[in-house]
């Protein structure tokens, strides 16, 4: 860095805000060059118009045109915290990802978020909450990119860009608007389960430490012998779970969510969270009432079991850099975790890398926060701000001039497909069940928050038959749960149960046990 330990004051510049003694760094144009005048353009005279030959002006201005990049099309406002994970059981007879390897350490970066407002949206609007959590392991990154709530709204890839579209500001007024998403999710009875959670006070956690995180979807787990078993994740906070009540979730300050995090890692109050993981096999799946890589489901009943636990003690440096630029993927996997069949993982298997190619470029996984923590070695090159250093001319492969291997035990696990290609929908869609589990399991208090909050937005919805069609998918929930739910917002409740039976009528084959 150029300095100067006695650089003449520029015209216009006040004295008095130079530090008193010792070197002062020289302002630089982008090309390292000094600056001489950073107040006053170059001006054809006292009265005269600014020339365009002031090329520090225009760099100036054009590189401040271009400071935003494009916000994530969902989750857009978020925050993130480094730290480290650690392996704490042996469980290679399931995985060989050699970062579940007991004892083990690998550095981490989580980003917290909240889903459908903007980069700038206050923190206590109801949302799901994103907890994505990138594993910087010795065989590249694993991003387990998850949500506070274990379930989702709807099965196939398919459904959610319009359900975002519902979700978001109305594209003629700008404003969020209960009247478009619940017309959408009438006609999406399994968004059920996820709608009482997301009603819950789950929807407005009192921390990011005091949020649980999930994996959602079912993953495929092999070990060193090829064998395969499905898993799925969870983050469980040694923090507890704390959630605000709706109406005081609105009285919180509007970054309440980021200075909570960012303060108590300043407090060295560590935030901590083992993970957690469930394990079924192909063999227990006919035993199920629902489809195991349905992720409007959770896997009621089957066992947690803790492999490791992580610990957040590091804001980052820098927001923009490591928090906006983060790039999570559920296609970025290690040897030993693969996709399960879930619809919803299929298509986030292409949606996150291609949209990230989009917001950050080409050579997004460049940048210190995606960069793997191995040396990366392929033939991807060139692109827009690609500074790889690239030197050998062998850029291609196979090579004998630069050979590079790839190793048998990193071949993904090969399995068998004996299926009719068609477009339909799953089977043993079971769309309720789950959500009555949910209901009933609350206290009287979180009950009535849940009707409380629900009632508010579908309250709002003018048409009675979308009202009406929504309770009546709460009601075949749970009996209690949808009548709560008609008298607050004023639908009858005979036309609730008409609309039960017309469904029912519809779906025989949901009602066949
Ligand atoms: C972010 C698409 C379902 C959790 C995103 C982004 C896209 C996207 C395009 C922005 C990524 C970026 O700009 O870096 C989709 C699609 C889905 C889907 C197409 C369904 C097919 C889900 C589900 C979950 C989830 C089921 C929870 C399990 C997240 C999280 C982020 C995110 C946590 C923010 C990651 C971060 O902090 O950068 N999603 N999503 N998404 N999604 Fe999804």
């Not at 190619?357 to 923590?373: E, F, H, Q, S």
């Not at 208090?445 to 508010?456: F, R, V, Y």
């Not at 009858?492 to 039976?501: N, Q």
Request: charged share 20%; aromatic share 10%; hydrophobic share 40%.
């Amino acid at each position: 860095m150029t300095t100067s330990a006695a650089a003449p004051t520029a015209p216009g510049e006040a004295p008095g805000i130079r530090p008193e003694g010792g070197a002062v760094p020289v302002l630089t144009r982008d090309n390292g060059a000094p600056v001489g005048d950073n107040r006053n353009s170059k001006a054809a005279g006292d009265l005269g118009p600014v020339l365009l030959e002031d090329s520090y002006l225009i760099e100036k201005l054009a590189r401040f045109d271009r400071e935003r990049t494009p916000e994530r099309v969902v989750h857009a406002r978020g925050t993130g915290a480094l730290g480290m994970f650690r392996a704490t059981a042996d469980i290679s007879d399931l995985s060989r990802a050699s970062l579940f390897q007991q004892g083990k350490e690998s550095p981490v970066f989580v980003r917290f978020s909240s889903v459908i407002h903007g980069k700038d949206s206050p923190e206590w609007m109801r949302d799901p909450h994103g907890f994505a959590t990138k594993f910087y392991t010795d065989q590249g990154n694993w991003d387990l990119v998850g949500n506070n709530l274990p379930v989702f709204f709807i099965r196939d890839a398919m459904q959610f860009p319009d359900m975002v579209h519902s979700l978001k500001p109305d594209p003629v007024t700008n404003r969020q608007d209960p009247n478009r998403f619940f017309d959408f999710f009438s006609a999406t009875p399994e968004s059920t389960n996820m709608l009482t959670h997301v009603y819950s006070n789950l929807g407005t956690p009192a921390s990011y430490r005091t949020m649980d995180g999930n994996g959602v979807h079912a993953f495929k787990l092999v070990n060193a012998q090829g064998e395969t078993v499905f898993a799925k994740f969870r983050w469980v906070s040694r923090q507890g779970v704390h959630n605000l009540a709706g109406s005081k979730a609105g009285a919180m300050p509007f970054d309440y969510l980021t200075h909570d995090l960012y303060s108590e890692i300043a407090k060295r109050n560590y935030p901590t969270w083992d993970l957690m993981v469930q394990v079924m096999r192909p063999a227990d799946f006919a035993a199920l009432d629902y489809n195991p890589f349905d992720d409007t489901k959770e896997w009621l009943g089957v066992p947690f079991k803790k492999i490791g636990e992580m610990t957040l003690n590091k804001v980052p440096d820098n927001f923009f850099e490591w928090t906006e630029q983060s790039a999570f993927a559920p296609s970025n996997m290690v040897p030993g975790i693969e996709p399960s069949p879930d619809r919803m993982l299929q298509g986030r298997l292409f949606s996150y890398a291609d949209t990230q190619r989009y917001r950050i470029g080409a050579n997004a996984l460049a940048l210190p926060v995606n960069k793997p923590r191995v040396t990366v070695v392929n033939n991807s090159q060139d692109g827009q701000l690609n500074a790889s250093g690239r030197s050998s001319n062998v850029n291609y492969f196979p090579s004998a001039l630069a050979p590079k291997t790839t190793p048998a035990d990193a071949i993904a696990s090969s399995y068998k497909i004996d299926a009719t290609v068609a477009a339909r929908p799953i089977a043993k869609s079971n769309n309720f069940a789950q959500a009555g589990v949910l209901y009933r399991s609350m206290s009287a208090a979180d009950k009535a928050d849940l009707i409380q909050n629900l009632s508010g937005d579908l309250g709002k919805v003018e048409s009675l038959r979308t009202r009406t069609i929504m309770v009546s998918y709460f009601r075949q929930a749970d009996a209690e749960y949808g009548a709560r739910l008609a008298k607050a917002v004023n639908v009858p409740l005979a036309e609730v149960d008409k609309a039960v039976a017309e469904y029912r009528a519809a779906h025989p084959e949901q009602y066949a046990n």
